[in-house]
């Protein structure tokens, strides 16, 4: 069982439109990160969010943090096709080391 | 800063054969892990460290051994290679817990097993 669902799993969009990418679980998570990886690369670290609710914005990238700290968000306005990449979200249950990642969402923006 | 360094970046093996995939960062990190990569499965953890002389196992450890002799060190072994290990793997590390640090990754070893 997945600990952490990624969807959707490909996005193909014009330059220009928004998008969102959900980041789901039925544990609840201390915090969880989001990560960006380009072809032949490792994942780079784009957010970490902590509290319930809480709401982090990277340039044109906005994150949120469910409530109930079970779930995740991450939009992008006016996608730019600089922002094409893997998108995945990180987590680990509370007091574990193990820090697992979803399947990844893969975003290709056309320009 | 070199930050995590691994090697070899690509490798070819044959089914049985053993080889290590090195690992280093020199950010005096304590919290190391490897994860592997395959196609429409993301990354998953196969082993981590919390320090040295400390090793855990991930989601996915059967065919792989670790160790972590010193703080800066952390080496993937495959013993008895499989066509099933064919992917690329990662490295990475990290300050500390990881909700207050991010983990940092190397570009990581493509290996094909045959």
């Known amino acids: 069982t997945q600990l952490l669902e990624q969807s959707p799993q490909f996005l193909s969009i014009q330059e220009g439109e928004n998008l969102t990418v959900y980041c789901n679980s039925s544990?609840?998570?201390?915090?969880l990160q989001w990560y960006r990886q380009e072809p032949g690369e490792g994942p780079v670290l784009l957010v970490t969010v902590v509290t319930g609710g809480e709401v982090k914005k990277l340039k044109r990238l906005t994150f949120q943090f469910g409530d109930a700290r079970k779930d995740s968000s991450l939009h992008i306005t006016a996608a730019q096709p600089g922002d094409t990449g893997l998108y995945l979200c990180a987590s680990a249950k509370g007091g574990s080391e193990k820090l697992v990642f979803g399947k990844g969402m893969k975003l290709t923006v056309n320009p | 800063n070199a930050g995590v360094t691994q090697t070899p970046k690509f490798q070819v093996l044959k089914t049985g054969q053993s080889m290590t995939l090195q690992c280093a960062q020199d950010?005096?990190?304590?919290?190391m892990s490897w994860y592997r990569q395959d196609p429409g499965m993301g990354l998953r953890l196969i082993h981590y460290?919390?320090?040295?002389?400390?090793?855990d196992q991930g989601e996915v450890p059967n065919g792989y051994n670790v160790s972590r002799s010193t703080t800066e060190d952390f080496p993937l072994r495959l013993l008895s290679a499989a066509p099933s290990q064919t992917s690329v793997y990662f490295c990475?590390?990290?300050?500390?817990?990881?909700?207050?640090?991010?983990?940092?990754f190397g570009n990581g070893t493509r290996l094909t097993v045959t």
């Open positions: 460290s919390v320090g040295a002389g400390i090793t």
């Open positions: 950010m005096n990190h304590e919290y």
């Open positions: 544990s609840v998570f201390s915090s």
């Open positions: 990475a590390s990290s300050y500390g817990q990881y909700n207050n640090s991010p983990l940092h």
